[in-house]
């Protein structure tokens, strides 16, 4: 038996909706300390937007005429949390939408506003008339707009990420095909709203709703067989970030890596009271910005760690070795500036002043 028109794709319009707002809500108790909001409002909006969308298909909307093109304002902000939730994958925080962006948002509730204030018996005809006829002026000014700023916010999107990822990066990791796939989705989506001004009204959701019922339903596939595919991408987008954002590049990092430990070991370049980052750098004949990055992502210490765990570390063995010498003698000598600044670092690092370290060691001379 042939089923209606509509009746399949209304089973899966009404399947996906129930899905983004399950969507929704998980993100709206997540007990996660990073909640974020956009993801909330994102499937909320897809799931508004699906069971409008099955009210219009159906005939279902004449009997809730009030709920009528009020998908249209929400749809405004798919494109600015699109782009602020998808940049979180090589940013490191969460970002918010900013207050201008929600000026397409007014803009359409002022142009329908003359449609909202219909009573219901009219608002039953217009339904009626606009799925079978041409839309007003109003409604298709609200869809440009709404199509235009998807459009803005997807390009911005797609230019971050084509400068993070290269053609062969893409090409061996299936989390990033899976991206972006989605992404040519939700492009196909966006301008599939501009078939409005060729078909019918009808046929224009259809389609529209149909796409977002495919992005829908990849999205709960990735959530129940990858649950952490997100996170994953996010790794891979950050990691790559990092390396574009890098300023060594050029640099031999084992033949630096070894400089680095020369400097300490055998230069013992902290003993020098004055010693900087900047002279270090200037020594090593790279720039202090590079060193401060080596330093930070390789060897996983700052500079002020690494000089005073070397400092320490000489004073230590000065103090059991040279049991005669002042405190305040190997303070200097291993490049402390003065004695404050040696006791404060010491305890720090050793739970103990060096005099408590210093008798400690006579008791414990193996120790």
């Known amino acids: 038996m042939e089923l209606p028109f509509g009746s399949f794709d209304g089973i899966l319009f009404a399947i996906s909706g129930l899905l983004a707002f399950q969507f929704s809500l998980g993100g709206l108790v997540s007990h996660s300390s990073k909640k974020s909001i956009l993801p909330i409002v994102l499937f909320a ?5 699906q069971f409008h ?7 279902a909307m004449i009997h ?3 709920f009528y093109l009020t998908n249209l304002p929400l749809a405004s902000l798919f494109g600015p949390v699109l782009f602020h939730l998808v940049s979180q994958f090589w940013i490191e925080k969460q970002t918010k939408i900013r207050y201008f962006e929600f000026i397409p948002f007014l803009m359409i509730v002022i142009l329908l506003t003359p449609l909202y204030l219909l009573n219901g018996e009219e608002k039953i005809t217009f339904i009626k008339n606009s799925t079978l006829m041409e839309i007003s002026w109003n409604i298709k000014i609200a869809i440009i707009l709404i199509n235009s700023w998807t459009i803005f916010y997807l390009l911005k999107t797609l230019k971050a990420l084509s400068s993070l990822l290269t053609f062969e990066l893409l090409k061996q990791d299936f989390k990033l095909q899976i991206l972006a796939i989605l992404l040519l989705l939700t492009s196909v989506a966006t301008f599939s709203g501009f078939t409005i001004f060729f078909l019918s009204p009808k046929g224009t959701i259809t389609i529209l709703a149909r796409i977002l019922t495919l992005i829908i339903f990849l999205l709960f596939v990735l959530r129940e067989k990858y649950p952490f595919f997100f996170h994953q991408v996010q790794v891979i ?5 990092k390396k574009k954002n890098s300023q060594l590049t050029n640099i031999n990092l084992s033949d630096l890596e070894k400089k680095v430990n020369a400097s300490f070991s055998e230069e013992k370049l902290y003993r020098m009271e004055d010693f900087s ?3 270090w750098a200037t020594h090593l ?3 202090q910005h590079q060193l401060s990055e080596f330093l930070n992502s390789h060897l996983k210490k700052s500079f002020f760690q690494l000089t005073n765990q070397a400092r320490i570390n000489e004073a230590k063995d000065l103090i059991v070795k040279e049991p005669k010498k002042s405190i305040l003698n190997i303070a200097f000598e291993v490049g402390f500036p003065s004695k404050s600044t040696f006791y404060d670092a010491f305890r720090r690092e050793m739970g103990m002043t060096p005099q408590d370290f210093r008798k400690k060691s006579k008791k414990n001379p193996d120790g």
């Open 53 to 59: 969308s099955l009210g219009v298909i159906s005939g």
């Open 45 to 49: 909006d897809l799931s508004w937007f």
């Open 285 to 287: 004949g790279i720039s």
């Open 277 to 279: 980052l900047t002279f």
């Open 237 to 241: 987008l950050l990691t790559e970030r």
């Open 64 to 66: 809730f005429p009030h």
